[in-house]
Structure formats: structure tokens, C-alpha cells
């Protein structure tokens, strides 16, 4: 569901012609539908009503400052991997008890800055890790809420890479250790350990390795609390999967009529950190196609985005719908194009093998679903600068960042003096 | 062969402890051994020297304006494959007369400003580039030079995202297609079509792949030349493989031994475009061990580098060597690690199952052959700042990259007011 949508053949996005912002912004550009995305949040809201959770949004998946300031407002908490995605937190304004803190590799600084800011949990993944929190604790004289990131050893049926539940990976702490450490929590003396997390992975489309990864850590709660400790609540992540091409995935409302019943039991707190859920479809990438080439076996639609623009279909092998910004009234007939970019590696493309309707020099292509991991994960590679991206609200819309310059792209550096 | 090297149990970049400079420009950082990257133009010069090649050093593997201008003040010309890197090279003072441009994707603003700057070649990679570089030159009362880019239809034996000579792939124009190009020349008014070139792909290994190429294209300008053509220039492009693990890569002698002969009885002015054979093992990224963790089944090392520092490892499965920056002098126990970063996906890793010798938290690693497609590809991911760049002149070493800062992040970002 957007509201990325057709009138005639025309594309807007909300109430505003897809066209008219390419014109303003050049392309690339990404495109952030505001009602997408605040109805995307409200849906999980609403569906986990009865428990009042606190939502918090998965700046991972786009840490653009206008779309999580939108979220914000709307209500939403933040779910931070960062020390930078604090800074970008604390610069919206965001409230840091509603701010929950993931990653495996926290450094010292990045753990003092969140301390000093009062955020509400560190989801914290080792042992080690535990230790370098405790003992900033002590030199700030400072307390810190502490959720321990169990990995339940459920497989959650996704990509390899972004996986995250299973023995193999570098995340969550083994159920026998979570337990050790509830035992030996009075060592930790600056810290509340009151929360178990559980994430599993990325675009998960069924509830099954939830509700495992639920069932899971529930049986691990009850046997905490039967030793007298005290977990007010339960993280169980994100990783609810989007609609890409043809995936079926459960609506936020069949999640949580599978997941709500076990946590109402257990009578915790829940905390949600959903991210491509409510990103992934509120933004489309524009390209402009540049050349459109035949070789001796393919047709290529060669577009003025590329593999730095959206890493995805390289990294993941994953699949984008394309449509035309604006759609032909006469019927083209439909051809089979490779859609790549001008970076000079076979690695660069967009789509293999799609059949789209014949396309023009000049005209803009809309890649859809890439509101989240587009920008967020883009880059200069090939000197490339990174694209603008624009959010459109009602009737307007507004370029919430500027596109790079060239100047951009050599901003720090400096020529020793013996080179010149 | 680089000067990356231990004294006693200090690793050295040429005269300068790696160490000193990560305690003083932090980590992660990049650092380059200007000595090693001098080498190794100097390599290739020396081997190809009875041809008097134009070395073109391939900026997309590594733009950092330090580098180039130490490789340009050495003679090296440059091959850029997009505005960005023309911006830059022009920065550094190259002289446009050895700057070659490549890429299938040239916009119009890029190529009015190759046009301007009065580079050597368009490298031209289909029929609809080469009417748009026409069209500019009319436009603008110029001519420029081209090069046709020759697809040889020859398996380069690389990873499939860097194979560029196969019809597959969107690189470069068939030989029926040149030699119709050929013989319609004279509809291009404002171009001089007086170079082949041919670019097979990346990190190939061997001779053999090279030699059927330059084959191919000895072939083609002889027929072209028999119908009244003149070929003045033949660019073979890069594709140098290096030594990342235990590859056993052919030297810059052997590959110009099995080359040259082809090239001189062709009789044209050879052009080389060497990009990781110079730059990949100059370069090295150093990265603090934050975290020592035990899974169940595995020791990770996590480190404060990632995936969005290094792309290579997650995207294309790359072996780099990795190794302690100070070698242990008691012998301890070697163990199989993961070696990851701190960023929340499964495929942020720099290695797999890697053997080193036992790690503590806070000591340095160095993360080998990281000078070409290392900074190059990086990006924010998680809202991280980019790695400051550093390097090692004789005796002394220079900040070439600031450290990004949080500030940095967030540039050219705004907030609409309607979110306030």
C-alpha cells in the first residue's frame, strides 16, 4: 500500500505530480510520500492497540531527518545502531526515553554520549559489551536501563545477510548466558537489566519465526522471574517484510493477532522497532534514462541512477519494481531490458531481464520501494555525487536534502605539501 | 609487493609506524604507502617502455586527490569515468591531454565538460553516446577524439560483477557495430575516431584473456585500416589482477612480454588504464578491536570498521588478509575468528573463518590490499562518518581525508517547516 499512484498516466506521489519534483530537483532523487509513511506507523500503532507499545522507528533503514522528524511527531520513538544516528535523533528532537540503542560494535564514546543524553534502553549484545557500558556507568556516575539481545536460534527464512536469529551470526547473546548474566546482575551495579530483545532478521513476510522466537523468549522470561528478577519489558524488533514484487506478506494486523496474545500474558511492556515496514514503501527513486542500447543479445536502458544510488538489487540480488513516471497512452509494445546505471562494473544495475514497456531517451523510470536501505546506504563510489531527496506532503513537497556538488565530493582533503 | 612491512614486531607503512598514525589520525583509518603506489606505476612504465605507453591510472578504484596527484607528478595520466572524477583530476592539476573518459552513462552536463576541458579520449560505448558527444560538439563549435569501445566477446575468468567483455554485459559495442561505425564516420562531423579500446574486465590473473582480446582487435584494425581507416591509438584498458590471498598473478613484465609484440606490430600508441594493480595493495585499513565475543559455535572479532567502510568482503565475498598492526612476541594461541564490523546486518563482515593469532580488545588490526574499491565505495551506513584517509611519504605521514564528523552527516539536510 502507497500512495505512489496514477492518475491518468501520469504519476503523483500524494497530491503532487512525480514529474514536477524531477523537474525541480533533477535526478536522480529520491521521493518520500508523508502519507505513506505516517499511515505505515499508524498501522502497527493500531494493531498493537490494546497494548500500548512503544513504536520505535528503525533509523537503519533511513535516517533522513525530515522523514524521522515526521515520525516523530506522528509519535513514534527511535530505534538508534549509532553514535551519529543519536546525533540525527537529538537533532530532530526526539525523546530520549523513547530511544532504544542496537549494535554489536558500541564504542566508548558512542556508549557516553547515549548515557548522557538518558536513553531508554541499550539492547546489548555480549558480554564485553555489558562491562564497557557498566564502566562508563561508573565514570559518568550514571545509571543505564540495559535489554539483553537474546538470539533465540530461530531461522527466519530470509536473505543470508540480513538473518540475524541463528548461532552462526555475530548477534544476540545464547540463552544460557542471557540466564548467567540475570544471575550475576549484581555485579552490573550501575545498570537496570530489565528488558530481553529479539530480533530475528529483515523482510520476514510470515509470523511462524516470531512467534517461535516469542515463544522462545517468553519460556525465558517466565524462568528469569521465577528466580525473582524483574523484566518489565520485551523488544521483539522489527524485520516485518514489504511488498517488493509478489511477496504476501501478513498485514500488521495479522501480526500482531499472532504475536499480541503471548505478550498480553506476559504482562511486559512492548517495544516494536519496525523500518522498512513503515520506510520501504513511502519512497521511490526518479532516474532519467540516458541511452537506451541494444547489443547483439539485450537491451539495456543505460539511467542516470546507479549502484551508488541504491545498492540493493547489487548487495542483495533484490528485486524493484519499475514503472514510467509517466505512462504511454499508446500501446508500446513491451520489450525485455536490462535497467543499469553508468558505473563501470557488471555489478551495477537495477532490474535483469524486466519487461517494460519501450522506453525512451529522456524519459524518467520510478523505482519503487526504496524508502528504505536506498539512501541510507549510498555512496560517491565513481565520484559520483549522492542524489537529493524530497518529501512531498498534501500539495507540496520539499527537497529535505540538497543533491551533492562536486565540491562535495573532495570536502577534508588535503594535498601534502611534498606532492605539489 | 608493498611496503607494508613488520621491524621486529611493528608493522611499517614505508618509514612510519602504523600505529603512530592510527594514534593520531584515530580509526578506522585508511593509510597508503606512497612508495608501494609509486612502485607499482613505475612497474608497468618500465615493462611497456620500449612501446612508450600513456599510462592512464583508473581513478574509480581510488580518487583520493593525494594519490592521483602523487601518481599524475609522477607522469601518469588519468582514466575517469564520470564528472567527478574530471572535477577532481582537474583539481589536481592533470593535464586533460592524458585524461581518457569511460563509462556507458556520460550525461550531457558530463560530457560539454570533457568537451570543454580538452580531454584525449571518449572512451564511447554505444551508438546513442557517440550522437550525443556529436550533438555537444556541435553545439559548443568543438571537436573531441574517440575511442570506440570494442566488445571482444572474451571471458575475462573473474567475478561475474566485474567481468566487462562478454556479450552479456553492458560494456563496449560488437565488431560489426565499430566497423559500421567505421564506415558511416563521416556522419560525425565534430569527432576523430582514431582509437580502439578494450577493457575485459578486473583482478584477471593471467595473460590468456588479454592476449585473445588484443587479438581480436589487431584483426579488426587491420581490416579497417584495409579499408582506409586510421587507427592511431589502441587502449587495452586495465584489469591487472593483484595478489589479495594466493593468487599468483602475472607481473607487469610477463603480461607486457606477452602483449607488447602484439602491439608493436600494430603500429599504434599503446594506452594503459591500470587502476588496482597500482592501487590495491598501496593501501590498508586500520581498524580497533572493540569486542572479543563467544557464540555458541563462534569468536567474532568486532571491529570499528565495517561494511560501510570496506564494501568488497559483502559484496563480492573478497578476501583481504588480515593482520595484527603489533605481532605478539609470545606465541599465542591461534583461533578461528569472524572478523566484523558494528553494523546491523549478517553481511557486514571483513572476514569469515579466519585463523589469527588470539585478540585482544583495543589492539589494532590491519586489513591488507584495501587501496583499490576501499574508500572509494564507502558510504554513511548507519549513519556512520567516513574514515579519514592518511598518507605515508618516507619518514613522514599526512592527513590526506579528514575523519567525517556527525555535522557531516546531516549537510545539506532540511526539515520542512509544516514538520516543526
Do not use: W
Not at 519460556?219 to 521483539?236: A, F, M, Q, T, V
Amino acid at each position: 500500500m502507497h500512495y505512489f499512484r496514477y492518475r491518468g498516466n501520469v504519476l503523483y506521489c500524494d497530491s503532487v505530480r512525480v514529474k514536477d519534483i524531477a523537474e525541480k530537483a533533477g535526478t536522480p532523487v529520491y521521493i518520500y510520500s508523508h502519507r505513506t509513511l505516517i499511515e505505515h506507523y499508524r498501522k502497527i500503532k493500531n494493531a498493537f492497540a490494546s497494548l500500548r507499545p512503544l513504536i520505535c522507528f528503525s533509523m537503519k533503514s533511513n535516517s533522513s531527518l525530515a522523514l524521522c522528524r515526521a515520525l516523530v511527531k506522528a509519535g513514534s520513538g527511535l530505534d538508534i545502531v549509532s553514535g551519529g544516528e543519536l546525533f540525527k535523533a537529538l537533532k530532530i528532537g526526539a525523546d530520549p526515553g523513547k530511544i532504544v540503542y542496537a549494535s554489536v560494535g558500541k564504542t566508548p564514546d558512542e556508549i557516553s554520549r547515549a548515557i548522557k543524553a538518558g536513553i531508554l534502553f541499550f539492547n546489548v549484545e555480549s558480554i564485553p559489551e555489558l562491562c564497557a557500558i557498566e564502566k562508563m556507568c561508573g565514570r559518568l556516575k550514571k545509571r543505564a536501563k540495559i535489554s539483553l539481545r537474546v538470539n533465540p536460534e530461530v531461522d527466519a527464512h530470509t536473505h543470508h545477510y540480513i538473518t540475524t536469529g541463528t548461532q552462526e551470526n555475530k548477534f544476540g547473546i545464547d540463552i544460557d548466558t542471557v540466564t548467567k548474566i540475570f544471575r550475576q546482575k549484581d555485579c552490573y551495579r550501575h545498570l537496570d537489566i530489565v528488558c530481553l530483545h529479539v530480533h530475528i532478521g529483515s523482510q520476514i513476510t510470515e509470523s511462524g519465526p516470531f512467534v517461535k522466537a516469542v515463544r522462545k523468549v517468553s519460556s525465558l522470561i517466565r524462568l528469569l522471574r521465577s528466580e525473582g528478577h524483574k523484566i518489565d519489558y520485551l523488544n521483539i524488533g522489527g524485520g516485518m517484510g514489504i511488498v517488493y514484487r509478489k511477496e504476501r506478506p501478513q498485514t500488521a494486523a495479522d501480526f500482531a493477532k499472532a504475536v499480541a496474545p503471548l505478550i498480553k500474558k506476559l504482562g511486559v511492556k512492548l517495544i516494536l522497532e519496525p523500518g522498512r515496514f513503515i520506510s520501504g514503501n513511502s519512497g521511490i527513486l526518479v532516474a532519467k534514462v540516458l541511452y537506451v542500447k541494444k547489443s547483439k543479445s539485450k537491451n539495456f536502458i543505460i539511467t542516470d541512477a546507479a549502484m551508488n544510488d541504491l545498492a540493493r538489487p547489487s548487495l542483495y540480488g533484490a528485486y524493484h519494481e519499475i514503472v514510467p513516471v509517466h505512462r504511454s497512452s499508446s500501446s508500446r509494445a513491451r520489450m525485455k531490458y536490462d535497467v543499469v546505471g553508468p558505473i563501470c562494473e557488471s555489478g551495477d544495475f537495477l532490474a535483469k531481464g524486466r519487461r517494460l514497456a519501450a522506453v525512451k531517451e529522456g524519459e524518467l523510470l520510478a523505482v519503487m520501494g526504496a524508502g528504505a536501505y536506498g539512501f541510507a546506504m549510498s555512496s560517491n563510489y565513481n565520484a559520483r555525487p549522492r542524489s537529493a531527496e524530497v518529501m512531498a506532503i498534501g500539495r507540496n513537497f520539499y527537497v529535505t536534502r540538497k543533491r551533492e556538488t562536486y565540491a562535495d565530493l573532495v570536502r577534508g582533503e588535503r594535498i601534502p605539501g611534498v606532492l605539489k
